[in-house]
């Protein structure tokens, strides 16, 4: 991958490269026809459309609206840069596995402005786009993540990209209105892509209106960061729907889940990254509001599993509403380093206000600390979930 990313620098160093010497900023022009980004998969016209070279980019790079683009290795924009991508843009990526993404590393800022008429669309170019096509878009902020401590760095695993920090508000830019499709491809057994995934992201980034749809690993993970995110929407994901781990503390608001034939969890919660350690000795944190899971149904899939809280993960969950799964919540860890369960006593891990539809057992407790389910959640039958139909129209793929 690295060797990848050295080529495409070798190519486009004399031609991108940003210096003192106040070089103006890339924009990618294109006369290519307008594409329709409210449908999803290709419509074919992508040989169309401006190729945006490998590299990692040292000066702003823009993306026309309304215009399509196209990648086939590691786009990485450096510390101090700018990716501005303009509503109704679409990205298709070559449809050769891991080693094509977009990578926003610390320091630099992604602008994504789409609208729910005109959605920005990061796609494959195959002509049957399969999840697992291309990689994904990865952002990497320099928030707190519980691996390291004080201002140290972890690494990505795609990329190899370092994250991490002291800095709670730090911005990596706004994403609004982003579908990414068909991304998951995996590196090894070990590293695979996200469709979003956010690295360490802070709390001054502007996360609302995204969707992953039918990715081969996680729809959205988060590695730590305290980035708040809003009107999220996944859609087929084959792993986790929405993943968290390494002292993830920020807020999920709005969000919609529906699992296809191949799933695993729609939540799948870790304090910390078991791989590694708890250096920062604090657990993830997030507050979850609104949210609306939607299985396949217990005569369909009787084993499933909506939420998995592991790894001493806590959090506050507001208006749930869980819809065809073998169990609602499933509850594991230890009396060590694992305390998932002391955030039931503790109040640092609640549900309030749920309710379960065709769910054979709303709480499983593999903690080994005893509670009762009215411990954990309160206000059974009186969650909504959230209106998915309201905000999730127009620029949402189903």
Known sequence: MKNNVILGLAIVTMLFSCSSDDTADIVIND??????????????????????????????????????????????????????????ATIYAEATGADVYIAISQGAKIIATGTANNPIVMTSNAPSPAAGDWGGLIILGKAPINSVTGSGTSTSEIASLPYGGNMSNDSSGTLRHMRVEYSGGAADGQSENNAFSFYGVGNETVVEYIQAYEGKD??????????????????????????WTEGYTGTITNAYIKHGSEHDKGIEADGYNTDFSNEGGY???????????????T?????????????????????????????????????????????????????????????????????????????????????????YAAWGALWTAE
């Open 31 to 88: 006369s290519s026809s307008v594409v329709n980004n409210n449908g999803n998969g290709n419509d074919n016209t992508n040989d169309l459309c401006t190729t945006i070279p490998a590299a990692e980019y040292t000066s702003d790079l823009e993306l026309e609206a309304n215009k399509c683009y196209r990648i086939s290795g590691p786009v990485i924009m450096a510390s101090g840069t700018n990716l501005i991508i303009n509503e109704g």
């Open 218 to 243: 996680d729809g959205v993970e988060f590695f730590g960061g305290t980035v708040n995110v809003s009107y999220v929407s996944v859609i087929n994901a084959q792993d986790d729907s929405i993943d």
């Open 283 to 297: 657990y993830s944190k997030p507050t979850v509001t609104n949210l609306t899971i939607i299985g396949l149904g």
């Open 299 to 387: 005569a369909n899939d009787p084993d499933s599993e909506a939420i998995r809280l592991r790894a001493g993960t806590q959090g506050i969950f507001n208006n749930i509403l869980i819809q065809g799964y073998g169990e609602g919540f499933d509850l594991d860890g230890d009396l060590g380093d694992n305390p998932t369960g002391n955030g039931v006593i503790n109040g640092n891990l609640q549900v309030t206000s749920v309710t379960f539809t065709d769910v054979t057992l709303t709480m499983k407790n593999d903690t080994q600390v005893q509670f009762e389910e009215t411990d954990f959640i309160s206000g059974a039958t009186n969650g909504t979930g959230t209106d």
